[in-house]
């Protein structure tokens, strides 16, 4: 058996934690779209939202814009990124958590 402060310390789990707001379906819908092969988690703690999956996430501008109906800059995510599992990479048009080495 597992204690869950195991569980917690040995992981793979990568995704973003979003502050409670206008952002948070949308990101959740295109993790799931742009990571059809990944189980999407959703742990909603009210004040903020934990979206993680095993490995590697990525989140796309395109299908931001598609699932917010307008433009979107990622640097409008890294507003309400309260925190994140995992590294991350950004750009333009993604944004990547991942781990390099997994446990």
């Given at each position: 058996?597992?204690?869950?402060?195991?569980?917690?310390?040995?992981?793979?789990?990568?995704?973003?934690?979003?502050?409670?707001?206008?952002?948070?379906?949308?990101?959740?819908?295109?993790?799931?779209?742009?990571?059809?092969?990944?189980?999407?988690?959703?742990e909603?703690?009210?004040?903020?939202?934990?979206?993680?999956?095993?490995?590697?996430?990525?989140?796309?501008?395109?299908?931001?814009?598609?699932?917010?109906?307008?433009?979107?800059?990622?640097?409008?995510?890294?507003?309400?990124?309260?925190?994140?599992?995992?590294?991350?990479?950004?750009?333009?048009?993604?944004?990547?958590?991942?781990?390099?080495?997994s446990?």
């Open positions: 058996m597992t204690s869950l402060g195991d569980q917690t310390l040995n992981n793979n789990n990568v995704g973003p934690i979003i502050r409670a707001g206008d952002l948070v379906d949308p990101v959740i819908a295109t993790a799931e779209i742009d990571n059809p092969d990944k189980q999407i988690r959703v909603d703690k009210r004040a903020y939202v934990r979206i993680e999956t095993d490995g590697e996430m990525i989140l796309t501008r395109k299908t931001l814009e598609e699932q917010l109906g307008r433009p979107f800059s990622m640097q409008e995510l890294e507003i309400d990124l309260a925190s994140f599992a995992g590294q991350i990479l950004t750009d333009e048009d993604h944004m990547r958590f991942y781990f390099s080495k446990l």
